[in-house]
């Protein structure tokens, strides 16, 4: 499964994007997908995961109620909505496909599929 990630961009702080990560090639309809940041200078950080029906899902503390995880099965593709986006939101999003379990959405290591990430700048 090759995974692509779309949507990043310049965006003032409190606007909204929205993330899309698609299967380029195969399908990713077995797997868990989750996404995943990366700041300049930091560790990769986990930010949200859904699980293979949609039903499933995680957030890190510090997106809840702001960024919303979903899939579209027909579409072989995951969305985040990111809204109320901070300057600390700034870094590199990717996505990434695996079956870890539910409370090990974020563990990173878990993941078998990686896509190219995609990069959010927030401006204050």
């Known amino acids: 499964v090759q995974l692509q990630a779309y949507g990043g961009g310049l965006v003032q702080a409190g606007g909204y994007l929205r993330l899309a990560c698609v299967a380029s090639?195969?399908?990713?309809?077995?797997?868990?997908i989750s996404w995943f940041r990366q700041a300049p200078g930091k560790e990769r950080q986990f930010v949200a995961g859904v699980g293979r029906a949609g039903v499933s899902r995680q957030y890190a503390d510090s997106v809840k109620g702001r960024f919303t995880i979903s899939r579209d099965s027909l579409k072989s593709a995951v969305y985040l909505e990111m809204s109320s986006l901070k300057p600390e939101d700034t870094a590199v999003y990717f996505c990434?496909?695996?079956?870890?379990?539910?409370?090990?959405?974020?563990?990173?290591?878990?993941?078998?599929?990686w896509g190219h990430g995609t990069l959010v700048t927030v401006s204050s």
């Open positions: 090639t195969g399908t990713f309809t077995t797997y868990v």
């Open positions: 990434a496909a695996g079956r870890p379990v539910l409370s090990a959405y974020d563990h990173a290591t878990l993941y078998h599929y």
